[in-house]
């Protein structure tokens, strides 16, 4: 069973910051969040990870709470191209602990 | 990111007969790669992990028999499902990962849609 709760669907206007949430109440200490998103009808696309600290690349941001039972993956500027379904993971990095097991995701949809 | 490729993208096959999936990393060594299939609207299902060089290791409830896993080199893992029937339509996915290297989070092919007719 996936360990992470993530709300069904978001809209969002696009050019806007899309945030989404992702509680991760039972995370472990060596457990870290992982972003994917899947657009319809392809393979997942990794956005994303961290462990504690908040991590930022050239697709996103991730907030991370100090107490790491939840996070926000922020898309600073939406684009159509942006609706997908996005899964927040969390998953230890090490060996054969190492295992994307993927919730129902967020749905979201990205307005003009 | 590291670059996976699946092959076929889509693929059409008669019930009883067996379908192999290939899946290639192509710009890393994938020590593990790992298969998932989606049925729609629902999410990936992990069906199996495999290490190169050994044996696969099968979550519960997936037939071992059924979908065979080979993952002879670090750049190439194939799915055999054997004996297809329509009920084993779906979209399979693999991902691939080096824990060794510089990007240590798996990578995601395009997926394969198999169609059993």
């Known amino acids: 069973d996936a360990k992470t709760t993530q709300p069904p669907s978001m809209d969002c206007a696009e050019g806007r910051a899309a945030n989404l949430p992702c509680n991760h109440s039972t995370i472990s200490g060596n457990e870290y969040v992982y972003w994917y998103r899947q657009i319809h009808s392809q393979g997942p696309q990794y956005i994303i990870h961290?462990?504690?600290n908040n991590e930022t690349n050239e697709m996103a941001s991730l907030i991370i709470t100090e107490d790491r039972k939840s996070s926000t993956l922020i898309l600073p500027h939406a684009t159509l191209r942006d609706t997908a379904v996005y899964y927040c993971i969390v998953s230890s990095k090490a060996g054969s602990n190492y295992k994307l097991t993927f919730g129902k995701g967020t749905l979201l949809t990205v307005n003009p | 990111g590291a670059v996976v490729s699946q092959h076929p993208s889509w693929v059409i096959c008669k019930s009883g007969t067996s379908v192999k999936i290939e899946c290639r990393s192509l710009?890393?060594?994938?020590?593990?790669m790992f298969w998932y299939r989606q049925f729609p609207k629902q999410s990936l299902m992990l069906m199996a992990t495999?290490?190169?060089?050994?044996?696969?290791?099968?979550e519960q409830g997936v037939e071992k028999d059924k979908f065979l896993i080979n993952h002879a080199s670090l750049t190439l893992s194939t799915l055999t499902v054997t004996s297809a029937h329509p009920e084993d339509s779906s979209f399979y996915i693999c991902?691939?990962?080096?824990?060794?290297?510089?990007?240590?989070?798996?990578?995601f092919g395009q997926g394969t849609r198999l169609t059993v007719v």
């Open positions: 961290g462990l504690k």
């Open positions: 991902s691939a990962r080096d824990p060794a290297g510089v990007n240590t989070e798996a990578f």
């Open positions: 710009d890393f060594q994938a020590t593990t």
């Open positions: 495999s290490n190169e060089g050994s044996k696969a290791t099968y």
